[in-house]
């Protein structure tokens, strides 16, 4: 070949790579490049890398919408809603549910009603009435009973204005619960009032007998075996000889002091607050009229538990500052109450015949810090309230020694009185049955959250194979249940 031929035939010179560094020996001023198209490989890769970052993007809206906003056909008891002024881009600190749970109240034979209260009234020499439903309710301190028949018998609009947890509904069909209106606390006192020598002509223990046959009996009851069922029984000895057949409902009580573990929990039931007895303190905070350090006024002695009333007594009744008192239920004694706790700062809140006693919701309302010598106690509504912060609470044993209570309150310093009493203002709301803010709301809040649980529990129910056991099944709240036959 020709050295002319070799010369015409030099290779053309190449682009260098993109991330090149120029070196020394090349040319200040290169030569300008023409420019290359892009080959179609890569435009084909830029397009999927868009395409997947789309898709990325709306599974992610996908996911968060989900989330926050729900589907409105969703099961009314898993929906959450925003509160008031809540920034919408967080997850609200409280979850109600978006709409009222659905409750169906029975149409209940008038003897578990407002037959107690005639009878009630008889007995203590009330004139014969003719319209029962104009009859009073007598006060008591489990008048819970009272307050929720009432009010699911306001009209329904009234309710819904006032942001009630819970709506009334007249087709059972359309129920997520069903409410047994039984007034099973009055009734346990109907014959306490009546004259020496009479004989008494009321049984609360037939009362309670009727009301599970007629229970029994009703088509919505045998559906789901009374799992979708509330039923009252605040006073701890309230429907006691029943209460076995009704374990499976939604029981209302004031403890557990009574019942046995696979009858009722924390998990099934709601545990409710006794109606004050003693008007509601009024003031503001402060400690210049409560003179007295520590405050008691009750039965001294009592059964079970309530046996530490005396020994404390014995160990309180001299010590200066304190006042402890011995009486019963009267209104003398609830004036005489009422003015020893509106003037102290602390209140002593020993068991009862039961873990829990009305003198604890006494002191809340008025602003006298409950110490609370209870080992086994429950509280009401402990998911939005934290008892540290207005009471003290002493175990029974440590309580028992000489000299540890008082000196115990003595070192608390008045800040911190003042503390505990802001506290208390702010929550008694949750113990006044009159307010529309205050008691009742928060019971029917408590039931509708135990809405996903039934569900459990009902279609738990409907599966499992009939089994043989000694002791209660607590695989699922202590259920005690010896299993169902299961049909296709």
Known sequence: MSERS????????????????????????????????????????????????????????????SFLNPDPKIDPSLRIQRRSGEDHGE???????????????????????????????????????????????????????????????????????????????????????????????????????????????????????????????????????????????????????????????????????????????????????????????????????????????????????????????QILEDEEDVVMKHGAQSRESRRAASQGMHTSKFCLNPAGDTPSACRLFDAIVSLCIPVIVSDSIELPFEDVIDYRKIAIFVDTATSLKRGFLVKLLRKVRTEKILEYQKELKEVKRFFEYGDPNGTVKEIWRQISQKLPLIKLMINRDKRIVKRDMSEPDCSCICSNQTGVISTL
């Open 6 to 65: 070799a010369k015409s035939r030099k290779p053309k010179p190449t682009s260098p790579p993109s991330n090149a560094i120029p070196t020394s020996s090349s040319s200040p001023n290169p030569a300008p490049q023409p420019s290359l198209p892009i080959p179609m490989a890569r435009k084909s890769s830029l397009l999927k890398q868009a395409l997947i970052l789309v898709l990325l993007l709306l599974a992610l809206y996908a996911f968060f919408t």
């Open 91 to 313: 997850f609200p600190a409280k979850a109600p549910p978006l709409l009222p749970a659905k409750v169906f109240m029975y149409d209940v034979p008038e003897r578990f009603t407002y037959g107690v209260i005639r009878e009630h009234s008889a007995a203590r020499g009330g004139a014969h009435v003719a319209d029962v439903s104009a009859l009073k309710y007598p006060g008591h301190q489990h008048m819970a009973e009272w307050y929720l028949f009432a009010d699911l018998n306001r009209p329904e609009l009234e309710r819904a204005q006032a942001g009630s947890p819970v709506a009334r509904v007249t087709d059972p069909e359309e129920a997520d619960l069903f409410y047994v209106p039984v007034f099973s606390s009055l009734s346990l006192i109907v014959n306490q009032g009546r004259p020496p020598g009479t004989d008494p002509t009321y049984s609360d223990e037939e009362m309670q007998e009727e009301l599970v046959k007629w229970l029994e009996g009703q088509e919505y009851w045998k559906r789901n075996n009374g799992r979708d069922h509330i039923i009252i029984a605040q006073d701890p000895n309230a429907l006691y000889r029943v209460v076995d057949r009704l374990k499976n409902a939604i029981l209302l009580v004031s403890d557990f002091g009574r019942l046995k573990p696979d009858q009722a929990s924390l998990v099934k039931d709601v545990i409710l607050p006794y109606s004050h007895r003693i008007n509601t303190y009024n003031g503001d905070v402060g400690i210049e009229k409560r003179k007295t350090l520590l405050f008691f006024m009750g039965n001294r002695f009592r059964k079970e538990g309530g046996k530490i009333r005396d020994l404390l007594f």
